[in-house]
């Protein structure tokens, strides 16, 4: 299951891949079901990166990216839903700040452009 997903990203780097088939992969697969975090984390992003703004799709992301505090993760997540989504980002993480260790905050933070730094 993970190998489909990597071999997935690695395909598709520097490009979408289409919605169609991410919710396809989903389904077969199960990816969205998964508890495995890495699982999770390359399902959301290629998601996010193919600019998938279903609402199950987004609320499951901000799940995700809320419940888990590895920087690993955090990051990446919120730094492609800016792309796509900068005040749902923004909000998610004014919301959950405090749940994030304080080097993760602060990194998620600049990201975000909240900090003067």
Known sequence: MLRSLVGSEMCIRDRQMPVSALE???ELYGFGRTRNSEILFRFFKLNIKAKNDNPQMLEATQKFVTSIGRMKFVRPLYRELFKMQPALAVQTFQENELFYN???RKMVAQDLGLTKE
């Open 24 to 26: 396809k992969m989903g």
């Open 102 to 104: 304080p080097i993760c």
